[in-house]
């Protein structure tokens, strides 16, 4: 009940008009840059964090929250109605939706998806309220070589996970671990990898090496492979009251808590965030799914639109668990707000909840508002967001460019920072080409000081000795669960290959008759 | 976007048979490994301070990258060299049958060049601007002016937005510099 009561204090402060006008903004910021083609929720993220650089903390991570829940929501608009393969977080609802779209039934999946969010994330958000400040509480008592355990977990399962070959996953966490040792290292305070540059004293900050991967280095990619020609856009018919018809209706629920279910867990474990929690969500519904519904999967079942989305959510705020419990950013977006937070000089982790309650609070109650407001954003203004899609490329990656170098300059006001960007840029493009995930490297760049800390201060503890690295029973089970999720992951991800390569395309026509008759 | 997605043609490339020789992929795996080298060789010029009370120096884990990195790019060395090639990403946007357009790719980076020397020079409105007609020129806008002007649009409005009303202190430049709007 505890929660509870410092709830409903985050509420009064998140519902003062100043905030919740800051959580409307975010949202509708957040949806329109994430329904942007090729821009996902860790881009969107981090290209709108010069958004919150003069605001107070409050205000800025009420912001920020808006914008990554939005940026989480607009994706699925776009995946449902652009017609090509989409992005990571959402590619399984392309699967489904973007056929179900082709079938003329894009209003349904629509409305399945954003009512999926939005139970989902509420479900989700309720979840994070109330083990939050208990896992908290567990938190305090584990000592640096637990914390250091979680860490080398969180690594290596990013790492191994994402990607589509071990190997890279792990050049790509090195090159961000690498960035992560320049600059003065903390407890001894001598300078590492500087070469004598002042700009590189303090660092690399993350925000660099999100911003030149995800915005820079993906459009250098898409340049050099750039889809000419007119956008095709599925058209929404019906109007947006009638979009979901009674069987929908029935048949979307039970995958939503599903796929709730599925996603919030693995959210909340270092295993490959919303990706992983999508795919199991598509997996289990095909595997559910009965009768006519199972004919339709591969072809446009909503049940493969309504699982994954949910899912999607569900783990988005998942996420949120062990980066504001232990301040582990498991996911390459989480990473970008940690990084937000530490500008603000808080650290989250165990003790956030006692020393900055205030605000932890006010931003969860953010949350639940977000999720209403984009509820109430998203089916109303889809023609909005379909007129985004539009935007001719040659202008929106230019946009992009432009943001970029904002987002660079702001730091510090510092051109230096826009060089180092372009280097990360480039270095992002070449990733991309040669098919190596970036979002390790965001991951390593963050998490690399931190683990170098807990390592450092375990080993003053125990005075050199390396069994004090797994002489809790706490790390004992880390390791023995990363073991676990790193040889699941791997098995997954070549199930799911198999089933990606899977479903066939059938004749829109054929899809539309099999609909017709039920309305 | 970093998503193992499957082959366009539906079935894994044949071993060694890509549409490219791997010139480029080994060369980028092999620089990887050269860093991981050049970090092991830069952490021994780390100045450990003497009489320090730490076990573990500042040495140790810049080692450890180091030898990580090392291992892992070897690793993707020997992969590609027995033929599992990475993956190209795919995108919304991207045409997986489309040459590399090395041009477009040069130019953007010479476009996004451009600020580092003209947010000092010419202010911040003016070095948005170059870089947003230069990008979606290079990108292939149809009209020259619309590209322009848009980049004038986006260069004043976040010059407003961030610099004078956020407060973010973006250099306005010495065109603008006598708007009293622009230099509060």
């Keep these: 009940m505890d929660s ?197 004293a303090d660092g690399i900050d993350v925000v660099l090496i999100a911003v030149g991967l995800f915005a820079l280095g993906e459009t250098l990619y898409v340049a050099s492979r750039l889809r000419h020609g007119a956008v095709q856009i599925i058209p929404v018919t019906r109007g947006w009251r009638s ?142 967001w379909v007129k985004v899609l539009r935007i001719p490329r040659p202008y929106l990656y230019a946009g992009i460019l432009a943001f970029a170098g904002l987002g660079a300059y702001a730091l510090h006001f510092n051109v230096f920072d826009t060089l180092t960007l372009l280097v990360v840029g480039i270095a992002g493009f070449l990733m991309r080409r040669y098919g190596y995930p970036v979002a390790p490297m965001v991951v390593g760049g963050i998490l690399g000081p931190m683990a170098e800390e807990q390592v450092r201060k375990s080993m003053a503890i125990s005075q050199g000795d390396l069994l004090y690295l797994v002489h809790s029973p706490f790390a004992i089970i880390a390791y023995s669960t990363m073991a676990v999720i790193v040889l699941t992951g791997i098995w997954l991800k070549r199930r799911r290959a198999k089933l990606e390569a899977a479903p066939k395309l059938v004749p829109t026509s054929a899809i539309q008759a099999i609909d017709e008759p039920t309305k | ?65 180091g030898a990580l990195l090392l291992v892992a790019a070897i690793a993707v060395i020997v992969a590609i060299a027995t033929g599992h090639r990475g993956q190209p990403d795919e995108g919304e946007d991207v045409d997986p049958d489309a040459k590399t357009d090395w041009r477009a790719v040069v130019l953007l980076v010479a476009v996004f060049c451009s600020q580092l020397v003209l947010i000092e020079f010419v202010g911040w409105p003016i070095a948005i601007a170059v870089v947003f007609a230069g990008a979606a020129l290079t990108l292939g806008a149809k009209r020259w002016w619309v590209a322009v002007l848009v980049g004038l649009g986006l260069g004043l409005a976040t010059q407003l937005l961030f610099g004078t009303w956020l407060g973010l202190s973006l250099p306005a430049g010495p065109l603008l510099d006598w708007i009293p709007i622009f230099n509060g």
Excluded at chain 1, 268 to 288: C, H, M, N, Q, W
Aim: overall charge positive; aromatic content about 8%; charged content about 10%.
């Design chain 1, 4 to 200: 509870l009561a410092a709830l409903l204090e985050g509420f009064t402060t998140a519902l003062q008009p100043q905030y919740l006008l800051y959580a409307l903004f975010g949202v509708f910021v957040g949806t329109a840059v994430g329904v942007l083609p090729g821009i996902g929720p860790a881009m969107t993220v981090a290209l709108l964090l010069p958004l919150t650089y003069s605001l107070d903390p409050t205000g800025a991570l009420i912001l920020f929250a808006g914008i990554y829940y939005g940026g989480m929501y607009g994706g699925s608009t776009t995946s449902i109605l652009l017609n090509t393969p989409g992005e990571s977080a959402s590619i399984v609802t392309a699967l489904e939706g973007n056929r179900m779209a082709k079938a003329g039934r894009g209003a349904a999946a629509l409305a399945t998806a954003a009512i999926g969010s939005f139970v989902a994330g509420t479900i989700a958000t309720v979840l994070l309220t109330f083990l939050a400040p208990g896992i908290a509480k567990l938190a305090v008592q584990l000592g640096p070589a637990d914390y250091f355990a979680l860490m080398v977990v969180a690594f290596l399962t990013v790492g191994a996970l994402l990607g589509s070959s071990v190997p890279r996953g792990l050049v790509s966490l090195g090159l961000g671990l690498m960035l992560g040792l320049v600059g003065t290292e903390v407890l001894s305070g001598q300078q590492r990898y500087t070469f004598g540059v002042p700009s590189l």
């Design chain 2, 1 to 65: 976007m970093t998503t193992e997605t499957p082959d366009p043609a539906g079935a894994p490339r044949p071993a060694g048979a890509g549409p490219r020789r791997p010139i480029g992929e080994l060369a980028f795996a092999v620089v990887c490994a050269l860093l991981g080298v050049g970090v092991i060789v830069g952490a021994g010029a780390i100045r450990v301070p003497s009489g320090s009370a730490s076990v573990l120096g500042p040495r140790v884990f810049p080692y450890f990258v």
């Design chain 1, 243 to 384: 979009w979901m018809t009674r069987s929908d209706w029935r048949r979307s629920w039970k995958p939503w808590l599903r796929g709730t279910a599925i996603g919030f867990p693995i959210g909340t474990i270092p295993a490959g965030g919303a990706d992983v929690a999508t795919f199991l969500s598509y997996a289990s519904e095909r595997k559910l799914a009965k009768g006519r519904a199972r004919e339709q999967f591969g072809r446009g079942a909503i049940e493969g639109v309504a699982g994954p989305e949910a899912a999607n959510n569900a783990a988005a705020a998942g996420v949120l668990v062990p980066l504001l419990t232990l301040g582990l950013p498991t996911t390459a977006t989480a990473a970008i707000i940690i990084s937000a937070f530490q500008s603000y000089g808080i650290r989250p982790g165990p003790l956030l909840f006692e020393n900055q309650s205030g605000l932890v609070w006010a931003l969860i109650a953010s949350l639940y508002i977000g999720n209403v407001l984009l509820l109430v954003l998203n089916l109303p203004l889809v023609g909005m």
